[in-house]
């Protein structure tokens, strides 16, 4: 199950730069507008990835090496992106998400985790022991669950657009969710 | 049912420096390994993008114009990428798309499209009349598509290193699958 933490870093430090090339100065048509009533904007998911560099990754790992399967991970509330968001435009979103990940990858990498260190486990408050390890893997697999939905939400403004051919896109039929808890 | 051309073009004018920022450097295990046999992996889908470039869209746009529905748009074989795959690395594959589509835009540019332009029709060996807005509204949701498959491949190589997390995240569960035709 152990994964080379190198590979994971090598896309969690490509993640921002990525984001900013695809959205950076985008028409709102295809960043601010969801899939319909209650779901997220484009512009949402970013905050929403900039509140688990604060909030989820990081501080989890610390609890993890700190208290192991002691403490549960403190909770991670879904709608927590607001305080982030507030009345940021994209632009600045995406300006601090790649300020956060910078330092977050920057703490990281000071851990010099060993393989030892990876195999240590927490306690997720919804599925038990989890390793470090995994952990981690799931930060980067966390960053491709929210391109995947943001590439679905996209190609859900064109829905209409594209006429016969929807039923040939493939991100057209997908009814994937992101939820990482 | 018609779209605003410039909100296509400027998402196709992002599309390749969002995969060079995602995906030049990385290690090999994301860029050129699929999901099982038979499979494509992003290197391929990439090249993939390219073929279209040389072969899909503007050669279809070209054939409306000049020929309305009178002539149907020549086949674009799925196991055509592999002439632009060849042997080349991904980072030459990156710059070969990035080439083919500037060249593509700045000829669509140069098209002028009025209106009546997009409202015109060709048709489709497949699927019948196909107007030449929705064939460019289809490019660029051809090129969310392909994004969003490149995210699925590659978190499908942590769906071990995730461990329990793996039935949280939306891409791993997706088995939406690219086809644009």
Redesign the interface.
Known sequence: ????L??TI??LA??P???????R???E??TEVGEGVGTWSVSTVVAHLIHAEHDDWMPRATVILQSGETLPFPPFPRDGYVRFKQVKTLGQLLDDFAFIRTKNLSDLRALNLTSEDLNRRGR?PA??P??L??LL??W???D??H??????I??HQ?R??????SR???????A??????
Do not use: N
Request: with cysteine; charged share 10%; glycine share 8%.
């Open positions: 199950m152990e994964h080379k190198e590979d090598a896309l490509r993640t730069a990525a984001l900013d090339a695809l959205l100065g985008l028409p048509m295809w997720h599925f038990g989890v390793t390890s995994q893997a799931t980067a697999a966390h491709l669950t391109l995947h939905q943001i590439s679905r996209m190609a064109y209409e657009a594209v006429g016969p051919w040939f896109l493939g991100v057209m039929q997908c994937g969710h992101s939820s990482a808890a």
